[in-house]
T-cell receptor, first 117, second 114 residues
Framework: AQKVTQAQTEISVVEKEDVTLDCVYETRDTTYYLFWYKQPPSGELVFLIRRNSFDEQNEISGRYSWNFQKSTSSFNFTITASQVVDSAVYFCALSEARAGGSYIPTFGRGTSLIVHP | EAQVTQNPRYLITVTGKKLTVTCSQNMNHEYMSWYRQDPGLGLRQIYYSMNVEVTDKGDVPEGYKVSRKEKRNFPLILESPSPNQTSLYFC?????????????FGSGTQLSVL
C-alpha cells in the first residue's frame, strides 16, 4: 500500500481559480514530517513547506496555504487565485525514522497542476 | 551559490554500455541520495549515503551502484544499462539526513537507454 497517496493525477484550472491538492499519508510513527515540493517545467524540485506531526496549525504563505489534519491523515495544499506560474507537478512526501536512525522519505506520485490563462 | 550539480543533463546510450552520472554538492552536506522519477510512479529512492564511505540501498537499487569517496560527490553508476532504466534521475542532499530536513535537489538527468 502507498504510504503517501496523491489521488489527483492531473488538475486543470483557469487562472484566478482556487485549487486544492490532496495528500493522504499512512504511518505508525508518532513523530514524522510531511513536505510539499514543487517541480516546475524546468524540472528541478523545490522545497515548499515542512510540517511536523506535533504541529497541526495551518500555515499560510502568500497565496499558498496548507491544512494538516492528523485525524484524517491528510496534508492538503491550497493555492488561492492561481496563476500560470503555478503550473507544475507537486509532490507530497512523508519522512519517518527507520531502524538505525536513517530515513528514506517517501514521495507521492505527484499531482500535475495546469493553470490556463 | 548553494547547489547540487548533476551532469549530464541529458544522456542517450545503448544497452550494456557502462555509464556514470555525476552529482556534486557545495553545502558540506553529509546526506546524499539518488532518485528516479517515472510517470505515474513519482520519485523512488535508489541509494543513499549518510556520510563518506557509508552507503545503503533505497527502494529500487537493482542495476545501480554508488560510491561516496568524498563528501561532496556521489556518482551513480550503471554498469550494464537496460531500457527499463530509462528515466529521469535526481540527486539530492541534506545536512545530516534526519527526518526533519528538507532535501536540496539537482536539476535532473534524463537518461534514455536504447
Amino acid at each position: 500500500a502507498q504510504k503517501v497517496t496523491q489521488a489527483q493525477t492531473e488538475i486543470s484550472v483557469v487562472e484566478k481559480e482556487d485549487v486544492t491538492l490532496d495528500c493522504v499519508y499512512e504511518t505508525r510513527d508518532t513523530t514524522y514530517y510531511l513536505f510539499w515540493y514543487k517541480q516546475p517545467p524546468s524540472g528541478e524540485l523545490v522545497f515548499l513547506i515542512r510540517r511536523n506531526s506535533f504541529d497541526e496549525q495551518n500555515e499560510i504563505s502568500g497565496r499558498y496555504s496548507w491544512n494538516f489534519q492528523k485525524s484524517t491523515s491528510s496534508f492538503n495544499f491550497t493555492i488561492t487565485a492561481s496563476q500560470v506560474v503555478d503550473s507544475a507537478v507537486y509532490f507530497c512526501a512523508l519522512s519517518e525514522a527507520r531502524a538505525g536512525g536513517s530515513y528514506i522519505p517517501t514521495f507521492g506520485r505527484g499531482t500535475s497542476l495546469i493553470v490556463h490563462p | 551559490e548553494a547547489q547540487v550539480t548533476q551532469n549530464p543533463r541529458y544522456l542517450i546510450t545503448v544497452t550494456g554500455k557502462k555509464l556514470t552520472v555525476t552529482c556534486s554538492q557545495n553545502m558540506n552536506h553529509e546526506y546524499m541520495s539518488w532518485y528516479r522519477q517515472d510517470p505515474g510512479l513519482g520519485l523512488r529512492q535508489i541509494y543513499y549515503s549518510m556520510n563518506v564511505e557509508v552507503t545503503d540501498k533505497g527502494d529500487v537499487p537493482e542495476g545501480y551502484k554508488v560510491s561516496r569517496k568524498e563528501k561532496r560527490n556521489f556518482p551513480l553508476i550503471l554498469e550494464s544499462p537496460s531500457p527499463n532504466q530509462t528515466s529521469l534521475y535526481f540527486c539530492a542532499s541534506s545536512t545530516r539526513g534526519t527526518t526533519n530536513e528538507k532535501l536540496f535537489f539537482g536539476s535532473g538527468t534524463q537518461l534514455s537507454v536504447l
